[in-house]
C-alpha cells in the first residue's frame, strides 16, 4: 500500500476510535444518572471502575496519533486533523471524568437516603447526550454547520442548569437539614454541564480543522 494510502487509512482507523471512545462516555453518562435516580451503587460502582478502560482507550489513541505524527510527518490540514485529534480524546476522556464524578455522588448519598433526585438532572442529561451524538456526526463527515448547532445546545443546557441550582436552594433555605442531598445534586448537575462544555470544545475543535481558524462556540 503506498504511502498516503496507509495513512488515510490509519487517519480513518483513529477516527473511528475517537468516535467509540465518545460514545463509551456517552454512556458512561446515561449509566451515572440511572445510578444516581435508582440509588444504584453497584452501577455506580461500575461506571468509576469503567473510566480506567476510557483513559487506557485514551492513551492508546494518543500514542498512535503520535507516532503518525512522527512517522508521516504531516503538513496543513493533515497536521491539523492529528492535532485536533489530540484535543478531542482529550476532552472526550473529561467528559467521562465527569460521569465517573456523578458516580461519586451517588456513592456519597448512599442507599435509601430517601431523597428525591430533582426530576431535570434526567433532562439535562439527555440534552448533553444530544448534543454528544451532533458532535460525533460533525467530527465524522467534518460539518462544520453541525458543529455550529453546538452553541444554542449548549445555551440550553446552560440555562436547565441555573434552573435546577436555583430550585435546590430554595429548597435548602426551608429545609437545611438537606444540605448533603443539595450539595450532591449541584455537584452533578455542575458534572452534565461541564460535560456539554467539553462538547463544545469538540465543535470549536472541528470548526479550526476545516477553516484553519479559532472559533468560540461558547
Given at each position: ?55 487506557e482507550q485514551e492513551h492508546t489513541i494518543n ?114 437539614e438537606k444540605i448533603q442531598y443539595v450539595m ?30 479559532s472559533y468560540k462556540l461558547n
Amino acid at each position: 500500500m503506498a504511502g498516503r494510502e496507509q495513512f488515510e487509512t490509519d487517519l480513518t482507523h483513529m477516527k473511528e476510535a475517537i468516535i467509540a471512545l465518545s460514545k463509551s462516555a456517552e454512556d458512561a453518562l446515561y449509566k451515572a444518572i440511572d445510578a444516581l435516580f435508582n440509588q444504584d451503587l453497584d452501577l455506580a460502582n461500575n461506571v468509576i471502575s469503567h473510566d480506567n478502560l476510557i483513559d487506557e482507550q485514551e492513551h492508546t489513541i494518543n500514542d498512535q496519533t503520535i507516532l503518525l505524527m512522527a512517522k508521516q510527518q504531516p503538513v496543513a490540514t493533515d497536521l491539523r486533523r492529528l492535532v485536533i485529534s489530540l484535543q478531542i480524546t482529550a476532552d472526550i476522556e473529561r467528559m467521562a471524568d465527569n460521569a465517573k464524578n456523578i458516580a461519586k455522588s451517588t456513592l456519597h448519598l448512599g442507599e435509601d437516603h430517601r431523597l428525591i433526585i430533582h426530576p431535570r438532572i434526567k433532562e439535562m442529561r439527555d440534552m448533553a447526550m444530544n448534543m454528544n451524538q451532533t458532535a460525533i456526526k460533525a467530527f465524522q463527515y467534518e460539518d462544520i454547520s453541525i458543529a455550529g448547532k453546538l452553541s444554542d445546545m449548549d445555551n440550553e443546557v446552560d440555562r436547565l442548569y441555573e434552573t435546577i441550582i436555583h430550585d435546590i436552594l430554595n429548597e435548602t433555605a426551608t429545609n437545611p437539614e438537606k444540605i448533603q442531598y443539595v450539595m450532591q445534586m449541584a455537584f452533578s448537575a455542575r458534572y452534565i454541564e461541564r460535560f456539554a462544555d467539553h462538547i463544545t470544545n469538540i465543535g470549536e475543535s472541528i470548526l479550526y480543522l476545516v477553516k484553519g481558524k479559532s472559533y468560540k462556540l461558547n
